[in-house]
Nanobody
Framework: VQLQASGGGLVQAGESLRLSCVVF????????MGWYRQAPGKQRELVAD???????NYADSVEGRFTISKDNAKNTVYLQMNSLKPEDTAVYYC?????????????WGQGTLVTVSS
């Protein structure tokens, strides 16, 4: 199983991006899921997560601007990012708990760079 994150890019402040994290391989379901980010010189931080029950949680800095979601049919997790700010600049990573034929395992995507100019 592999995760492929995409959708990052260079945007101006106030614009939007949608990140995608596609699961390649045989799985039964996406359970817990989250998006993290790491800015230069800073530790990786949780941006948003969603439980298998559908409850979501957001960092205070992105509350009201970012939305985490998934499409089970496409085995894809999304992070819709609106009203982007320069401080949102970071490499964004998806992290998923996947239930597959071998059990429940945790996976990281490779990261996608988001750069927001002022």
């Amino acid at each position: 199983v592999q995760l492929q994150a995409s959708g990052g890019g260079l945007v101006q402040a106030g614009e939007s991006l949608r990140l995608s994290c596609v699961v390649f391989g045989t799985i039964f379901s996406i359970r817990e899921m989250g998006w993290y980010r790491q800015a230069p010189g800073k530790q990786r931080e949780l941006v948003a997560d969603m439980t298998s029950g559908g409850g979501s949680n957001y960092a205070d800095s992105v509350e009201g601007r970012f939305t985490i979601s998934k499409d089970n049919a496409k085995n894809t997790v999304y992070l819709q990012m609106n009203s982007l700010k320069p401080e949102d600049t970071a490499v964004y990573y998806c992290n998923l708990d996947l239930l597959g034929p071998r059990g429940l395992y945790n996976y990281w995507g490779q990261g996608t760079l988001v750069t927001v100019s002022s």
